[in-house]
């Protein structure tokens, strides 16, 4: 439900929620963006309805310095770290301001 999804951003204060489907896959992310295109009824939908879907994501190995680059150029604050198995279980979150914060750029 996107009460919950609210909640969950509201809480993490990433502006961004991922949404995993029933084998904990990332299935997509619900960014602030998307809140604004489906304010209308927003809690009539769910985040499966809502939610951009196969978001950009980077595995555990990768440089930050790259990330950044790729958040820079795609105009995105966020990524997600997701497991290299196959499983594509999220496994964190990467975000701009915290990179630059610690002289990533």
């Not at 009460?3 to 204060?13: A, F």
């Not at 950009?56 to 770290?81: H, N, Q, S, W, Y």
């Amino acid at each position: 439900p996107m009460s919950e999804v609210l909640v969950t951003m509201s809480r993490k204060g990433f502006g961004v929620a991922g949404v995993t489907d029933a084998s904990g896959r990332l299935a997509g992310i619900v960014t602030d963006g998307d809140l604004r295109r489906h304010m209308e009824g927003l809690l009539t939908h769910t985040a499966g309805e809502v939610m951009t879907r196969d978001p950009r994501t980077v595995p555990p190995g990768a440089l930050a310095e790259k990330a950044v680059a790729e958040m820079r150029d795609r105009k995105i604050t966020c990524l997600f770290v997701v497991d290299p198995s196959g499983e594509g279980r999220a496994l964190g979150i990467l975000n701009i301001h915290d990179c630059l914060r610690a002289g990533v750029a």
